[in-house]
């Protein structure tokens, strides 16, 4: 049963045009996961943010995202405020911008537990220490009562697993949860979260631009490139045998961990032009290799074909043409 249903969500600034986030479409079972990849700048974060009614005030956002069958877009806060940190736990990839440095990390992990589950303090306390345990932060008993700019990076990340877990929701949305640490730390945080959905029986939305996370934790993946579904398909079949030109250069473009430590990072050859978002073509024409004078016509449909859902004029004899966009 689909616990999360998106439907044609789209954010506009007004008085533009071209949406951020254009048409996004996608549903994610009970217990599923699916990971939101693309270039900076692609509206993964976007997206996720309007999920949560978390979008800047000038956004504006259309569509449907139906939580449990509750609808999330264009409700009032109370709405929001009952589902977001009860039913569903967020983590972002900055966990000094999201903890209050004010505030000892204990407190802020009670916090929702007295909001959204009428916990007394005592016991919010201990259910805040107990959390930091299932997040494998050691000597939880003292760690409770200290601020955040007395704990390491990684561990400040462990606090908002523990915070975005105490409520214990059916969805977490992690963004970009491992990307400003260094190497061992992530690996760590990447085992953690893996064990954590499993114990928790979480239902995850991951975003990331690190292609190896999305193996390793997410059964589905969407591929956006400017704010526009491109490729959505298993995990495991997406990186093995990638159909659409833009998830091929992604993969291409990936950091390899041979790589000396003065290789420039990889990335995609030329730069988006937003002229060519006017929906007559292929958003990725101007830096597709494999591009037919078809894409320079419409923008394709969106299709369902024999390994994944994509749009891409190369594919539009091998599948059928779905509303599902
Ligand atoms: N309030 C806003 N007003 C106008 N444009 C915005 C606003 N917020 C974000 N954008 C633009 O929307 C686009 C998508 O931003 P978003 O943060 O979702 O990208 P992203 O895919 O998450 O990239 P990153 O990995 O760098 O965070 C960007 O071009 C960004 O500049």
């Given at each position: 049963m689909s616990l999360l249903v998106v439907d044609r969500l789209s954010i506009t600034v007004p008085g533009v045009s071209l949406p951020l986030v254009d048409a996004l479409s996608f549903a994610l079972d009970a217990g599923g996961s699916l990971a939101i990849v693309g270039e900076s700048g692609s509206g993964k974060s976007l997206a996720m943010q309007?999920?949560?009614?978390?979008?800047?005030p000038e956004l504006r956002v259309q569509g449907s995202a139906r939580f449990n069958g509750r609808e999330l877009v264009g409700v009032g806060e109370a709405t929001l405020n009952a589902v977001r940190g009860a039913q569903i736990?967020?983590?972002?990839?900055?966990?000094?911008?999201?903890?209050?440095?004010?505030?000892?990390?204990?407190?802020?992990?009670?916090?929702?537990?007295?909001?959204?589950?009428?916990?007394?303090?005592?016991?919010?306390?201990?259910?805040?220490?107990?959390?930091?345990?299932?997040?494998?932060?050691?000597?939880?008993?003292?760690?409770?009562?200290?601020?955040?700019?007395?704990?390491?990076?990684?561990?400040?990340?462990?606090?908002?697993?523990?915070?975005?877990?105490?409520?214990?929701p059916q969805l977490l949305i992690a963004d970009e949860p491992t990307t400003a640490l260094d190497a061992t730390v992530q690996r760590q945080l990447v085992d953690l979260l893996r064990d954590l959905?499993?114990?928790?029986?979480?239902?995850?939305?991951?975003?990331t631009h690190d292609l190896g996370l999305v193996g390793e934790l997410c059964e589905q993946t969407l591929v956006l490139y400017a704010g526009r579904q491109m490729e959505v398909g298993a995990s495991a079949s997406l990186l093995r045998a990638p159909q659409h030109p833009y998830t091929q250069a992604l993969l291409r473009a990936r950091p390899s961990l041979t790589d000396d430590v003065d290789t420039p990072l990889p990335a995609i050859p030329g730069a988006l032009q937003r002229?060519?978002?006017?929906?007559?073509?292929?958003?990725?024409?101007?830096?597709?290799?494999?591009?037919?004078?078809?894409?320079?016509?419409?923008?394709?449909?969106?299709?369902?074909?024999?390994?994944?859902?994509?749009?891409?004029?190369?594919?539009?004899?091998?599948?059928?043409?779905?509303?599902?966009?």
């Open positions: 309007a999920l949560l009614g978390l979008q800047a736990g967020f983590v972002f990839q900055d966990a000094s911008l999201s903890l209050n440095p004010f505030l000892p990390v204990g407190l802020q992990i009670a916090e929702s537990l007295q909001v959204h589950r009428g916990a007394s303090r005592a016991a919010a306390w201990q259910e805040a220490q107990r959390l930091l345990d299932a997040v494998r932060v050691a000597r939880p008993g003292q760690r409770l009562a200290q601020y955040p700019h007395e704990l390491s990076g990684g561990m400040r990340q462990r606090v908002m697993f523990a915070a975005a877990l105490a409520c214990r959905r499993r114990d928790f029986a979480l239902s995850l939305l991951l975003i002229a060519q978002l006017d929906g007559r073509r292929c958003r990725f024409i101007g830096r597709c290799t494999q591009a037919m004078a078809e894409c320079d016509g419409a923008e394709p449909a969106w299709r369902v074909a024999e390994r994944s859902a994509l749009r891409c004029h190369r594919h539009t004899s091998s599948g059928k043409t779905t509303s599902g966009e």
